[in-house]
């Protein structure tokens, strides 16, 4: 069986989890008010685990036998995830930030259904452990409100 729906699917999970990298590390620069510094660590602490995160979908990527995306413009074409805004108040951050993890997950869902379909448990593995990581990161900002 081809993985081509699999990889294709990957693609876009690499898409949206790199645009949300750079949202939060956006966030992270550019939040303010009384909650800075405790919204400042808090993204400095999801940017870095995306930060790991992209390469090891990249490399599962190469790993079924494509070229992993690696520019801006594709992966604005690919990604579900809107660009961030820098001037936004720290709550409608938080907010942002939530309903992306939700985003990610659903393009993290679609992979994992061809992922197992393949019975390809280690991209399986993978993909299920970035939606418990992006499950506990939704929990966490929407508690946050
Ligand atoms: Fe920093």
């Known amino acids: 069986m081809s993985n081509d729906n699999l990889t294709k699917a990957l693609k876009i ?11 939060t590390h956006n966030y992270h620069w550019n939040v303010e008010g009384e909650r800075f510094f405790s ?18 979908i990249a490399e599962t990527i190469r790993q079924l036998g494509q070229k992993a995306p ?16 820098e001037n936004a108040n720290a709550g409608d951050m938080v907010n942002d930030l939530a309903k ?11 992979a994992l259904n061809f992922a197992q379909e393949l019975e390809d448990e280690a991209t399986t593995g993978l ?12 929990w966490m900002l929407e508690s946050m409100k």
Do not use: C, P, W
């Open 100 to 110: 992306d993890q939700a985003i990610v997950m659903k393009s993290i869902s679609a």
């Open 70 to 85: 690696g520019s801006f413009k594709v992966f604005s074409e690919l990604t579900n995830i809107k660009d961030g805004n």
């Open 13 to 23: 999970v690499l898409a949206d989890s790199y645009a949300l990298y750079l949202k």
């Open 39 to 56: 919204l400042h660590n808090f993204f400095e602490v999801q940017y870095t685990e995306l930060a790991i995160a992209v390469d090891e």
């Open 127 to 138: 993909l299920v452990d970035r939606l418990t990581i992006h499950r506990k990161t939704k």
